[in-house]
């Protein structure tokens, strides 16, 4: 009988231990009402951004507010969870769910909260970013900077918006100046975006006043100087009228185009083989003497020469047609 006695009390002590523990593992009640709607700040979506969480117990009630309930990627985008998705949300969660009350309405509408950045706005940073670099780089012509197209706008996260400007590939002129915005919130970058920009650039230049013709030597009454949009043209143009007048052109012009100047050419004066006079001078002492041009050029030009008398080819420069000066 005493035996009975003591295997009874054992097991009346075993089940009381397991009561205490289990009392003792038990978390502290807590009360979750889920709202219809909520909003978040970053791409997380968090019990406490959607739900009121009551609990006597703080570092219980935080983990709750903490409590993971998956992400919306983009500002401004949307996420419907029906009861059931988010019952198994929390179900999937590390967080100790038990002795908790829960009021989950059949479905939640979650929406990421943004800001707009408009293209016009990032425009203006492009446009800034670029015309500092044009000033650096010493452009003293009159210029602007025309867009390609406007950029769309930017939902970002809310919070403070800084730019981080790039211009990987330096100012074009022949071509649109690629200039990539970057645009960081609260340290962190979200946003990327190219604008494509037209360095157009204004100056007096040459043009034709009238047809001018292949090889025709051109006077002061063919050119004149007209202020220009130069468009994609860097320096591909005359802004001296000295510098064209008695030049001839390699193709025809016609009236009102602007005088390129990998179009001009010397006037030639003399052509391979040409017979020409040789002068050359030392002091007070005026050597002449006959030879054969072995080159062709125009005035200033410097060409080699056979000495028809004494057979040796020397460098001579072009002064007038068929006659070359040795300078000594």
Known sequence: MRKYLVIASCLCLGIFCGLVQQTEAMPSPAWVSVNRTGNIWTDKILLGSIAN???????????????????????????????????????????????????IPAQVTVTRLSQT????????????????????????????IVPVAEPKDVLLSPGKVTYAVEIPYGIKYEFPTMVYVKMLVKGKEEANVLCRLQLHT???????????????????????????????????????????IGKVLRYPLEPGKIVRKNALAKVV?????????????????????????????????????????????????IVKPHEVVVDV
Not at 61 to 76: A, F, K
Not at 86 to 103: G, H
Not at 215 to 244: C, F, H, K
Not at 270 to 299: C, E, L, P, S, Y
């Open 202 to 244: 204004y100056d007096k230049v040459v043009v034709s006043a009238a047809y001018i013709k292949a090889n025709q030597v051109i006077t002061a009454q063919d050119v004149r100087l007209e202020n220009r949009d130069l468009g994609v043209m860097e320096s591909n143009y005359v802004n001296n009228l000295d510098a064209v």
């Open 269 to 317: 004066l003399v052509r391979m083989g040409d017979f020409v006079h040789i002068n050359a001078q030392k002091g007070t002492v005026v050597v002449q003497t006959d030879g054969v041009a072995m080159g062709t050029g125009g005035k200033d030009d410097y060409i080699r020469v056979k000495n028809t008398v004494t057979g040796k080819i020397i460098n001579a420069r």
């Open 53 to 103: 969480i009551s609990c006597a117990d703080t570092e219980r009630r935080q983990e709750l507010i903490n409590m993971s309930l998956g992400t919306i990627s983009r500002p401004g985008d949307k996420k419907v969870l029906t009861d059931y998705v988010l019952r198994l949300l929390i179900d999937s969660s590390k967080v100790n769910v038990q002795n908790v009350k829960w009021q």
């Open 117 to 144: 950045v408009t293209g016009k706005e990032i425009l203006q940073v492009a446009e800034n970013k670029m015309a500092a670099l044009v000033k650096k780089n010493g452009e003293k012509r009159v210029w602007k």
